[in-house]
T-cell receptor, first 114, second 117 residues
Framework: AQTVTQSQPEMSVQEAETVTLSCTYDTSESDYYLFWYKQPPSRQMILVIRQEAYKQQNATENRFSVNFQKAAKSFSLKISDSQLGDAAMYFCAYRTPGTYKYIFGTGTRLKVLA | DTEVTQTPKHLVMGMTNKKSLKCEQHMGHRAMYWYKQKAKKPPELMFVYSYEKLSINESVPSRFSPECPNSSLLNLHLHALQPEDSALYLC????????????????FGSGTQLSVL
């Protein structure tokens, strides 16, 4: 069975600095999707970034980028130039193609300090 | 329109009440989901509808009854709930994963915060 582990329950970052959130996963599949979702106090979960396992190039979305290490089964999220609006719970998630089930990690609460 | 709309935003109900949660999307998505989320925990999948048919029921107690009247609407009927059912209930939609679309992702609503007294 697939699992997703986020080992950092809480992280803090100074405004304008860079922070990296960790995620590891376990799977025997060779093709899969990985996601980072953000859940701010408004409660709506929003997709931050998405990575397809068959793509070697790391995904980037503006200030957000990932470090995808397939052999190590690691999928970390880097947030550059942190802003107060980045404060939220961040969930790493995994999905096998063709399935409906997303496997979520336990989440990392990110605090941004002014 | 890239929104998933959930109503109500907050709901307080007694253990003998019957209530319904509603979810609506107009993105043409054919997969719709109900998740339950306890505070500081990840969302837990409850039900999935695909093309208006129930595809997944994650062994949810029968006091929760989902309904998908059409491709845009998803309801969750609640009856005889227990205090431990108090949680945030999230609705989500997506393109059908079975189609293998490369940009498939979950779109979430902002949830209904349910308190059972």
């Amino acid at each position: 069975a697939q699992t997703v582990t986020q080992s950092q329950p809480e992280m803090s970052v100074q405004e304008a600095e860079t922070v990296t959130l960790s995620c590891t996963y376990d799977t025997s599949e060779s093709d899969y999707y990985l996601f980072w979702y953000k859940q701010p106090p408004s409660r709506q979960m929003i997709l931050v970034i998405r990575q397809e396992a068959y793509k070697q190039q790391n995904a980037t979305e503006n200030r957000f980028s990932v470090n995808f290490q397939k052999a190590a089964k690691s999928f970390s999220l880097k947030i550059s130039d942190s802003q107060l609006g980045d404060a939220a719970m961040y969930f790493c998630a995994y999905r096998t193609p063709g399935t409906y089930k997303y496997i979520f990690g336990t989440g990392t609460r990110l605090k941004v300090l002014a | 329109d890239t929104e998933v709309t959930q109503t109500p935003k907050h709901l307080v109900m007694g253990m003998t009440n019957k209530k319904s949660l509603k979810c609506e999307q107009h993105m043409g998505h054919r997969a719709m989901y109900w998740y339950k989320q306890k505070a500081k925990k990840p969302p837990e999948l409850m039900f999935v509808y695909s093309y208006e048919k129930l595809s997944i029921n994650e062994s949810v107690p029968s006091r929760f009854s989902p309904e998908c009247p059409n491709s845009s609407l998803l309801n969750l009927h609640l009856h005889a709930l227990q205090p431990e059912d108090s949680a945030l209930y999230l609705c989500a939609s997506s393109q059908d994963p079975g189609q293998g679309t490369s940009n498939e992702k979950l779109f979430f609503g902002s949830g209904t915060q349910l308190s059972v007294l």
